[in-house]
Structures are given as C-alpha cells and as structure tokens.
C-alpha cells in the first residue's frame, strides 16, 4: 500500500538524487530552490520542508557524496593482499572518486573560505576531521602492518605524510585548473612512486 510516508521520502529522494547531480556538475555555489524543485518535480516550499534550508539540502547531499568517495577506505580491509598493495589500491579509487567523479565538488569545498560565495562544508577543517573519522585509522593500522612500527606518534606523523604527499598535490592542481603543459602525471604513477619512495 502507498502511504503519504512512502510519497515523502520519494520526494525526498529525487531532491536529494536533483542536488547531488548538480554539484556534480559544477553548480553547487549557483543553486537556487527554484532549479533544484523545478528539476524534482515538487513545489519550492518542499525544499524547506524536507530540509529546512537550501544549505542544509546542500550540506547534506554533499556529505552523501563524501561517504560515497570515502567507500575507498573499504580497500584497506582486504588482508588477502599485501599492505603495500592496499594501500595503492586506496590512494588510486580515493583520488580517481574524489577527482574524476566528482571534481566540481573538490573545488566547491576547497573554495577560499573568506570568499563570498558558500562552501558545502563550513571550512577545511570540517573536510578534515569528516575525513579522518571516515578511516584514516585504517591507512595508520595498514602502514603500522607495513613498517612494523607500532609506535603512535610516528606512525600518525607518516600516516600523514604519505597522506598529503599524494592527495594535496591533485587537490591543488584541480583546484588551481592548471594549464594543459603543467598535468601531474597518472594517478597510478604517482602513487606507485611515492610509496615505493616511502616504503621500499
């Protein structure tokens, strides 16, 4: 049986599902509750009376896509295969999700936080702690398998390192839309060579 119950978490659902896909395209920071009700197929006031705001909607479907990219802490998991090798497996769909999938989203959140326009999270520092309580315990646990050192502040400050070393550099050159001549080189190299740097 069909009830009211069922009807709202449908519209519910194709609101969230409208906004998402547009912050995958690019749109985040020039959404208006018209475009996302529009392209749902409910009335303007459904937007406020499901989710209170539009930057509530917007923080909540944009959460939805980080867990979605954070799945990758999932590859950490597989003890069939060697820790070097999960942790390659990481860096690469880590980077490739958050960067290829959802790159219009990597610049919205990194977006200057004194600028005018609204950021879907409220700073960097929110990215960083949803991130590190997402999993980045398990890239400590795989590198304290890996090195045998189970030493807690050494292995947080390389947990750390080998973290940023790969990720921040494609964060900025995507965020910085650097011309053609400056691309970094395939994800795989370049997570190949820093962890062989580090671990090998």
Same mark, same amino acid.
């Given at each position: ?34 475009? #996302? ?25 944009? $959460? ?13 998991? /597989? ?12 860096? #690469? ?25 609204? $950021? ?31 030493? /807690?502040? $050494? ?38 060579? #820093? ?6």
């Amino acid at each position: 049986m069909y009830t009211q119950d069922n009807e709202d978490k449908t519209a519910q659902e194709k609101i969230l599902r409208v906004t998402i896909e547009l912050i995958d395209e690019g749109k985040g920071s020039t959404l208006t509750v018209r475009q #996302i009700a529009t392209l749902a197929g409910v009335n303007v006031g459904a937007i406020n009376y499901y989710f209170g705001s539009k930057d509530e909607l917007i923080n909540i479907a944009s $959460r939805r896509i980080l867990q979605r990219v954070n799945e990758s802490f999932l590859l950490l998991d /597989d003890t069939s295969l060697p820790p070097l090798v999960r942790l390659e497996n990481f860096f #690469i769909d880590f980077i490739g999700k958050m960067l290829h999938c959802h790159k219009s989203f990597v610049h919205q959140v990194f977006k200057n936080e004194n600028g005018s326009n609204k $950021r879907v999270f409220s700073g960097k520092r929110e990215i960083a702690s949803y991130i590190m309580e997402s999993g980045f315990d398990k890239i400590k646990a795989t590198i304290i398998e890996l090195t045998g050192d189970s030493d /807690d502040s $050494r292995t947080q400050m390389l947990s750390l390192q080998v973290f940023s070393a790969i990720i921040m550099p494609n964060i900025m050159m995507s965020h910085a839309q650097m011309s053609t001549e400056k691309k970094l080189p395939p994800i795989e190299e370049q997570v190949s060579s #820093i962890l062989n740097r580090m671990f090998r």
